[in-house]
């Protein structure tokens, strides 16, 4: 069975560096095709997407939020860690990690997401 | 970026209901789409991709077609349990951006 947990800060400050874990179970980033995405969702709002990383370690970002993310995997630990600078009040959001395959190309397995709440 | 517009934003709808979902591509995306439900405090769950290929564990009263820049989402039947967010996201393309949402309230 597949699952994805998202942990790391509930709140941060402004300015500050915020760093997500998403621990994987059931399936590895060693596994060919397959990948791990992070998706966002401020309160009330809609979902956006911010980055992907894949069994090969390829990497993409969305190009608003570029030069803040960094995306890795610790395949040992089965992991893969997200981290976005100069944290702003309006990067509150819930962060979601999620599995995709190349085959599927779609998010078919979600974590249960993290509040993030950043804020002075 | 692709921009993806779903119409109508919101709709009301009765049990029983034929409800059918719109999201229009801003440029061509073959059949890369896919849709979500989302319900309230919970994550989303895929219920199509690549434009009409049922999830496995998803009612057979979600359907899914289009292809290029218009895609639609159909529940042929409405369920109590339907009454959520829907969302369509593209995966032709970087950034893989979701439409807007539509929230299916109860009439």
């Known amino acids: 069975q597949i699952t994805l947990k998202e942990s790391g800060p509930t709140l941060v400050k402004p300015t500050q560096t915020l760093t997500l874990t998403c621990t994987l179970s059931?399936?590895?980033?060693?596994?060919?095709?397959?990948?791990v995405g992070w998706i966002r969702q401020p309160p009330g709002q809609a979902l956006e997407w911010v980055a992907l990383i894949y069994w090969d370690n390829d990497k993409r970002y969305n190009p608003s939020l570029n030069s803040r993310l960094t995306i890795t995997k610790d395949t040992s630990k089965n992991q893969v860690v997200l981290t976005m600078t100069n944290m702003d009040p309006v990067d509150t959001a819930t962060y979601y990690c999620a599995h995709t395959t190349v085959t599927t190309t779609a998010f078919d397995i979600w974590g249960q997401g993290t509040m993030v709440t950043v804020s002075s | 970026d692709i921009q993806l517009t779903q119409s109508p934003s919101f709709l009301s709808a009765s049990v029983g209901d034929r409800v059918t979902i719109t999201c229009r591509a801003s440029?061509?995306?073959?059949?890369?789409l896919a849709w979500y439900q989302q319900k309230p405090g919970k994550a989303p769950n895929l219920l199509i991709y690549v434009a009409s290929t049922l999830q496995s564990g998803v009612p057979s009263r979600f359907s899914g077609t289009g292809s290029g820049t218009e895609f639609t989402l159909t529940i042929s039947s409405l369920q109590p349990e339907d009454f959520a967010t829907y969302y369509c996201q593209q995966f032709d393309s970087y950034p893989r951006t979701f439409g807007q949402g539509t929230k299916v309230e109860i009439k």
């Open positions: 059931g399936f590895s980033l060693i596994t060919s095709g397959v990948a």
């Open positions: 440029q061509g995306i073959s059949s890369y």
